[in-house]
């Protein structure tokens, strides 16, 4: 039988304490980790000079900025709304990218605060050349290639809209041209996968978009780097993956005289395992000898709609609600709270439910969903059946913990709603 998974950053004690005090479910992130994270990917393998940027998207809490930008972390922005959430977290406008799928509203406002833009498309860095002709820009190309645990994570190769399309440069060229920019940064990003081949792959190909640049001095090498939620999974080791690319902005330098930043722009590698879903056993049913038996959480897809989406594996960990003595292992299928067939914590890509062996749960007793800082309450389906959005605490490094979201309170959900019957 596979081993169980443990607990990442909170003991027994501290997640019923945190039960106790702020009820369940409840997400729970850790400010010691999160700054040990920021310092590992500080020392990301570097020739000659390095920026990190967090791609906020993974969850962009006030708190969580303000650890990373204490921490020297620069913003990358997927919306001109993430940008002011930025902004309102106290970051500089100059620490800023926006990398946005879609066109800004306002973009010259946001250009003349002084945050940087990357341009995703032909129509984008057009659409900014005719508003800052002559101005400094970042352009993201897709490099023909990519990465990720599963397709709806690769964000390179021909399936993918994210970029400009490499086989284009002569048309990049031509609109640099004729708008006079200065090409300060090129920019790709691969997906969540962490191939070490690929990302020699990648680099090689991104560095041959900043030698068709003169003006480029930043080089962006976007993608996350794979984490290991369960305890079968290896993480990706940043030094490992970083000297190969670390070398080949040496041999640039040599052939070409120019010394290149590089940029990184975790999200996942930054949160995710800093984050923990405290939760509580509602109920426990099965389906006979030849079935399987449930779990049923106090939670559900609307606060974790990876597992979803994705078939993504989370650690879960029972808690005994009262101490207790070592229970026996067992199988379950652990589902959500939602009316949905989907709601699966326990299941494979496409949707099978699987079994997962934990110590024995009863009514009442917890469980904590662990690697869950990173596209969980930021990307979840909240209001789905019309469960409020899940409240979020922090564990400080003084030990303290505190409300850094508060639950959403029913009314909440509809008040924007406009009764015309």
Not at 126 to 136: D, H, R, S, V
Not at 348 to 373: F, L, N, Q, S, W
Not at 412 to 418: H, L, T
């Amino acid at each position: 039988m596979t081993s169980i998974e443990k607990l990442k950053f909170l003991n027994e004690e501290q997640v019923r304490s945190i039960a106790e005090t702020f009820g369940t479910p409840v997400f729970v992130y850790s400010q010691k980790e999160i700054e040990r994270r920021c310092e590992e990917a500080l020392s990301f393998p570097n020739a000659f000079g390095l920026q990190v940027r967090y791609a906020m998207k993974a969850n962009p809490n006030t708190n969580i900025l303000k650890i990373m930008k204490q921490k020297g972390i620069l913003i990358d922005a997927s919306s001109e709304y993430e940008v002011s959430r930025a902004l309102a977290s106290g970051f500089p406008a100059e620490s800023i990218m926006l990398t946005s799928q879609q066109f800004p509203k306002d973009l010259k406002k946001i250009i003349e605060l002084g945050v940087s833009f990357n341009a995703c498309s032909l129509k984008q860095l057009e659409a900014y050349g005719k508003l800052f002709p002559g101005g400094k820009v970042s352009i993201r190309f897709n490099p023909g290639l990519g990465s990720g645990h599963t397709k709806k994570t690769d964000v390179g190769g021909v399936a993918s809209a994210f970029g400009i399309w490499h086989e284009k440069l002569s048309e990049v060229r031509s609109l640099v041209k004729q708008y006079n920019l200065n090409v300060e940064k090129v920019h790709t990003h691969i997906g969540s996968g962490s191939d070490p081949e690929v990302w020699k792959a990648v680099a090689k190909y991104t560095l041959e978009y900043a030698e068709a640049f003169e003006t480029v001095k930043v080089v962006s090498l976007g993608g996350g780097y794979k984490v290991g939620r369960m305890a079968d999974e290896k993480s990706t080791d940043l030094q490992k993956i970083g000297e190969p690319v670390k070398q080949q902005f040496i041999d640039f330098a040599t052939q070409h005289n120019r010394k290149l930043i590089l940029e990184i722009e975790p999200g996942t590698y930054l949160i995710a395992l800093c984050g923990a879903l405290v939760t509580r056993v509602d109920d426990k049913v099965d389906t006979g000898t030849k079935g399987f038996t449930f779990l049923k959480l106090d939670t559900g897809m609307d606060a974790n709609t990876r597992p979803s989406l994705y078939g993504a594996r989370h650690p879960l960990v029972t808690v005994t609600k009262h101490p207790d003595t070592e229970r026996p292992i067992e199988e379950y299928v652990v589902v959500g709270h939602c009316c949905e067939s989907g709601d699966l914590f326990t299941q494979k890509e496409g949707g099978e439910a699987v079994t997962r062996p934990m110590a024995r749960a009863e009514i009442d007793d917890y469980v904590v969903m662990e690697a869950v800082g990173a596209y969980c309450s930021s990307m979840s389906t909240k209001n789905y059946n019309s469960f409020p959005e899940t409240g979020e605490v922090i564990l400080l490094s003084s030990g303290e913990t505190k409300w850094i979201r508060k639950p959403q309170s029913l009314e909440e959900i509809y008040k924007n709603e406009i009764s015309v019957i």
